[in-house]
């Protein structure tokens, strides 16, 4: 009877000290930092992609391109203010040297605040975060592909400012978690970018750099984008857990609403061919159709290297669907990487 006993309470502590861990881990998708806590989860990876068959991509010879390495730095951090309020900050960087595109790819700094906690049915979490994609500008070239004219882009980062808004629910039962988010992106209008004109482009009886400054900016429209998924998480025991998840994104178009540099004086006899230009450039970049949307799988595995600094091994593949101006369609794209996590 005593040994039965004692392997009933070493079962039952078994349990618990499992579900703990799987509450407090930091791949848990329902995570949260208690008051006063600290969290740093800081990645590196490796994507391998090959460009679809886009317009815009056809026009840059770039369709069925193969593209690696791609390198991604990613970085989460977050201070518990109290056990059901933080304030936390999403940041990642791409440096995709063979196409010279670079820069931030998210960026965003913002509040959570958990409206109910594991003592109830659910979790149900509401947050609200800075969109911080105007930290450094868009940077393009606008350049003629045949008849047509169009914005290459240079960076990854659009410009922009905006608000996210987003909830995310689920529940944990003893070492399994089930999560689902959504969440909605509202960006401003705004003429935070740099295109470069390319002066060579024939524009009637002169060329663009007769009636255009060599770089502009331009007044975008705002955009909404929205993104919603599903996550599942296993804490095996005390060391392993994994993950895996579904994740989609909806990308919008952009849209050119005016030029805001201020245009060269020209002679009469140019002053029709510049006007000419401009409500040309307008037309072809009022709705850029460059959007796309992404279907990603996802999945981790994760090992508790001590009490509060964990490795993560995370790889993900990525289907889109992409409209006929984008730049980043893809027929394959593939990202591999680790994470590091620690807590304070």
Not at 34 to 39: E, S
Not at 144 to 162: E, H, I, M, P, T
Not at 313 to 334: C, F, R, V
Request: a negative charge.
């Amino acid at each position: 009877m005593k040994k039965s006993l004692k392997y009933l309470v070493a079962a039952t502590a078994s349990v618990v000290t499992t579900a703990g861990f799987a509450a407090s881990n930091l791949e848990n998708p329902l995570y949260m930092p208690k008051a006063n806590d600290i969290y740093v989860k800081a990645g590196g990876g490796y994507m391998y992609k090959r460009t679809d068959h886009t317009d815009a991509l056809k026009d840059k010879n770039m369709d069925g391109m193969e593209i690696s390495p791609i390198w991604r730095l990613s970085g989460d951090m977050g201070y518990g203010i109290t056990d059901r309020l933080d304030v936390h900050g999403h940041f990642g960087y791409t440096n995709d040297h063979k196409t010279s595109r670079e820069g931030m790819h998210r960026g965003r700094i913002g509040l959570m605040l958990r409206a109910l906690t594991e003592k109830d049915p659910i979790v149900l979490d509401f947050y609200a975060d800075s969109f911080l994609s105007f930290v450094s500008p868009m940077k393009g070239t606008y350049k003629r592909y045949g008849n047509k004219g169009a914005f290459d882009f240079a960076n990854y980062s659009n410009g922009r400012f905006g608000i996210i808004t987003g909830t995310r629910l689920g529940k944990t039962w003893d070492k399994f978690t089930l999560a689902g988010h959504f969440e909605y992106l509202q960006t401003f209008g705004n003429h935070n970018n740099e295109i470069n004109i390319d002066p060579t482009i024939p524009a009637g009886p002169v060329t663009m750099g007769a009636v255009l400054p060599n770089q502009i900016s331009v007044d975008l429209k705002g955009t909404n984008e929205i993104s919603t998924g599903i996550d599942t998480f296993y804490q095996m025991n005390s060391k392993w857990s994994f993950g895996a998840g579904f994740e989609y994104y909806q990308h919008s178009d952009n849209g050119v609403v005016g030029i805001h540099t201020a245009l060269p004086e020209v002679a009469p006899a140019l002053q029709p061919v510049q006007e000419a230009v401009v409500n040309k450039l307008l037309a072809e970049t009022a709705n850029m159709q460059d959007g796309w949307d992404e279907y990603i799988l996802k999945a981790s595995v994760a090992n508790q290297i001590t009490e509060t600094v964990q490795v993560a091994l995370y790889g993900e593949y990525t289907i889109d669907d992409s409209h006929p101006h984008s730049q980043n369609g893809t027929d394959i794209k593939a990202e591999l990487g680790v994470r590091l996590n620690a807590q304070f």
